[in-house]
Each structure stands twice: as structure tokens, then as C-alpha cells.
């Protein structure tokens, strides 16, 4: 039973222009959710994260928005570049006691064309 | 610091072998997560450890898989038999405290190939 869902594998976008990572979820008791960047022969690394008080959160090129009605959050890069290029994961965990268990999806590869 | 050591970082072995995997995390973390990241379902959380406890090995998938945490900077996986279908990436990684997942930091992890 997959609770984090990322249903696009691939994704590719021109350079300079806005790309736009999707993730589902199914369990309403995630109130924290993160977004991880993997590039090839490394492990994930944090880029960015939303509480779910919240529904939009800002860093730099990085948004992330939180829609709790849809339980779907999204990763915006603009504008996208190269080095942009990985895999991200969408992730969640439950807050209030939280152990640090993030629940993982399966990766949307993106590449960022020059 | 050196980060997250995983090791090997690539693992070939035939089918029924033994396999153990090697992680040491970041000094002082005294959180440690064993993942496997396969195409169809992406990372999933095998075990973690707090303070070299094993607290929810709920992921582990079979009785083949096993993990220790024997001190406070190593720790092991360990599949055996192996089999095909455990052919993945597998990831340690290491955190401070409680309550912040966004600490988490991972090794570059280890590449499984069961034949």
C-alpha cells in the first residue's frame, strides 16, 4: 500500500522554464512533508520541507505547495536549470511525536534540457 | 566530517549467497535508518535505531533480512539467502534528534545485483 504516490516518473522541461513535480498522499494523518533531491551514485539530500499549517513554503528558486483537500503537494523550480537535473522525492511523517519515519515515493526523474 | 560511510558501495553476488552491507553515521547521530530504493516503490524505510536499539523493523521485508547496530558508529544489513528480487540501492542514514525528519542525511548507498 503505497502512501506517497509520485505518478509521473520523468518529467523534462526547457531550461528557464518552470517545472512542476507532483506527489499524492492517502494518509490525512501526515501533517510534515519534505522533498529530497537525488543525484546518480549519491544519496538523497533535503531541499525543502511544508508543515501542514501551512500551504505554501518559499526557498530561493524552490516553492512547495500544500493542498490538505486534495492531499497533493507540488515542487515548483523557477526557472529550472541543468544542474537541476535528479531524481526527487516527495516524503511524509507524522509530526507530533515523530520519530523521524518518512514515508518515501517512488521518484520523478527530471531533466532540465539547455 | 566524512558524512554517512556506506560499504560496498557495489555488490554483485549469485543467488542463495550471503550478503552484509556496512554503514557508519555521522558522529554524534544517534538515529540510524536502513532504506531500499527500487524503481516500483521508491525508498522505503527497511529499520532504524535510536541509540543502537532497533525501534521499528517493520519494513524488513522477510525473516532473510536482518540488521544490527552493535555500537554507536556501525552498523549492518544483512540478507541471507539473497535472492533475485532483492536487487536494489540501499541507503543508511544517520540523524541527530527526534521530531526532525528533515535531518535525516544519507550515504551514497550500495548497490545490490543478485543473479
Known amino acids: 500500500d503505497q502512501q506517497v504516490k509520485q505518478n509521473s516518473p520523468s518529467l523534462s522541461v526547457q531550461e528557464g522554464r518552470i517545472s512542476i513535480l507532483n506527489c499524492d498522499y492517502t494518509?490525512?494523518?501526515?501533517?510534515?512533508f519534505l522533498w529530497y533531491k537525488k543525484y546518480p551514485a549519491e544519496g538523497p539530500t533535503f531541499l525543502i520541507s511544508?508543515?501542514?499549517?501551512?500551504d505554501k513554503n518559499e526557498d530561493g528558486r524552490f516553492t512547495v505547495f500544500l493542498n490538505k483537500s486534495a492531499k497533493h503537494l507540488s515542487l515548483h523550480i523557477v526557472p529550472s536549470q541543468p544542474g537541476d537535473s535528479a531524481v526527487y522525492f516527495c516524503?511524509?511523517?507524522?509530526?507530533?511525536?515523530?520519530?523521524?519515519?518518512?514515508?518515501f515515493g517512488q521518484g520523478t526523474t527530471l531533466q532540465v534540457k539547455p | 566530517d566524512a558524512g554517512v560511510i556506506q560499504s560496498p558501495r557495489h555488490e554483485v553476488t549469485e543467488m542463495g549467497q550471503e550478503v552484509t552491507l556496512r554503514c557508519k553515521p555521522i558522529?554524534?547521530?544517534?538515529?540510524l535508518f536502513w532504506y531500499r530504493q527500487t524503481m516500483m516503490r521508491g525508498l522505503e524505510l527497511l529499520i532504524y535505531?535510536?541509540?543502537?536499539?532497533?525501534?521499528?523493523d517493520s519494513g524488513m521485508p522477510e525473516d532473510r533480512f536482518s540488521a544490527k547496530m552493535p555500537n554507536a558508529s556501525f552498523s549492518t544489513l544483512k540478507i541471507q539467502p539473497s535472492e533475485p528480487r532483492d536487487s536494489a540501492v540501499y541507503f543508511c542514514?544517520?540523524?541527530?534528534?527526534?521530531?526532525?525528519?528533515?535531518?535525516?542525511?544519507f550515504g551514497p548507498g550500495t548497490r545490490l545485483t543478485v543473479l
Open positions: 542514514a544517520s540523524s541527530l534528534r527526534e521530531g526532525a525528519p528533515d535531518t535525516q542525511y
Open positions: 494518509n490525512s494523518m501526515f501533517d510534515y
Open positions: 511544508i508543515s501542514s499549517i501551512k
Open positions: 516524503a511524509a511523517t507524522l509530526g507530533s511525536g515523530n520519530t523521524g519515519k518518512l514515508i
Open positions: 558522529s554524534g547521530h544517534d538515529y
Open positions: 535505531f535510536n541509540n543502537n536499539v532497533p525501534i521499528d
